[in-house]
């Protein structure tokens, strides 16, 4: 049990570290043209069978562009109970980089971490928490429509913990929304 409470700690530090590296390479960026193609800075998306496992609800930020070259972070949240014995949290948090191919075609990879919880529960409600970081990725395509609606398909490989190496392949698709 100590074990879980180190990694659980680890696990938060971990979070807070990244969004804090996200937030001072934003503040730090310049950025001459605020737009993706004429599109906007700001990103929310819903992620089926993507790197926050069944689903995830997100939120990603333009840091950089040139020319045609993207720079985004991401972070996700995730919930999922299965009939009342397991409780699942997940928070994917990416940073990606996409590359336009035209102006509404853009190929993209990402990498990050995925935090989560999963409590089991026994007959008696007694909960067993394991609680993981593992490292997501992401390889895919995003097209435009109507310049503020994407979809997003992606080959979403991730695994939990490095004391179980075991990759978990996801493939997801997105839709989501774009605004300043």
Do not use: W
């Not at 997003?152 to 075991?166: H, V």
Request: aromatic letters at 18%.
């Amino acid at each position: 049990m100590r074990i879980l409470k180190f990694s659980f700690f680890k696990m938060k530090q971990s979070i807070l570290s990244t969004l804090f590296i996200f937030l001072a390479f934003s503040a730090m960026c310049e950025r001459k043209d605020t737009t993706v193609n004429s599109h906007n800075n700001n990103f929310v998306f819903l992620e089926m069978l993507g790197s926050g496992g069944v689903y995830s609800v997100n939120y990603e930020r333009l840091v950089f562009h040139k020319k045609n070259n993207y720079f985004t972070a991401r972070v996700g949240f995730s919930y999922v109970g299965a009939l009342g014995s397991e409780l699942i949290y997940t928070a994917p948090v990416m940073v990606n980089y996409l590359h336009a191919l035209n102006k509404n075609l853009f190929v993209e990879a990402g990498v990050g971490i995925l935090a989560g919880d999963v409590k089991l529960y026994d007959g008696a409600k007694q909960p067993a928490t394991p609680k993981y970081l593992g490292m997501a990725t992401a390889v895919g395509i995003r097209f435009y429509a109507m310049k503020r609606f994407f979809c997003r398909l992606d080959a979403t490989p991730f695994f939990l913990s490095i004391f179980n190496p075991t990759v978990y392949m996801f493939g997801g698709i997105s839709i989501g929304y774009n605004f300043k």
